[in-house]
């Protein structure tokens, strides 16, 4: 397996602009993780799910993230619309019972 | 609310030590516990994981430990070389209402590790 599958790798939108981001996690693996990376805050939790139904989506910041499954290949975490604070590098996990793999993340800069 | 600590932030070391990075989690209730390695610019690699009933994990150079009661683990790098620079992150998984893998995990801020030659 090619491991967890993130695209783009680098985004750079104006302000205001929707952003989407997408992850293809390892086949197999039933639960998906949205992460986001700063410099300030860590690595922060974003929205999580389990056979495509969100489990857990109380670390996304506000009305303007939303995150999607619609099958066990893929998703998507978009922002809508993009703020300079949203600049940071995203990544997506997928598991299956323990380890968590990660994608090399998409670097995000909102100008 | 778990939170995780990591000391040292950064640690510079010469080629060839033997050095300690620590962890420690508020809430003794995990799962397991994994560490990771992040090269600037990339992503997360898993470097090893501790289930919750085990005490120590070894791969290579590597030797990780758990002490789940007093909330603490530690990551062990024998003989450490140049190419073990990186920022190393531990991660716990908590005990929730999903088994497995269906919690998530609380990241340390991590160690950065510079190896010189």
Known sequence: DAGVIQSPRHEVTEMGQEVTLRCKPISGHDYLFWYRQTMMRGLELLIYFNNNVPIDDSGMPEDRFSAKMPNASFSTLKIQPSEPRDSAVYFCASSYDTEAFFGQGTRLTVV | ?117
């Open chain 2, 1 to 117: 609310k778990q939170e995780v600590t990591q000391i040292p932030a950064a640690l510079s070391v010469p080629e060839g030590e033997n050095l300690v990075l620590n962890c420690s989690f508020t809430d003794s209730a995990i799962y397991n516990l994994q560490w990771f390695r992040q090269d600037p610019g990339k992503g997360l690699t898993s470097l090893l994981l501790i289930q919750s009933s085990q005490r120590e994990q070894t791969s290579g150079r590597l030797n990780a430990s758990l002490d789940k009661s007093s909330g603490r683990s530690t990551l062990y790098i024998a003989a450490s070389q140049p190419g073990d620079s990186a920022t190393y992150l531990c991660a716990v998984q908590g005990v929730g209402k999903l088994t497995g893998g269906g919690n998530k995990l609380t990241f340390g801020t991590g160690t950065q590790l510079k190896v010189e030659l």
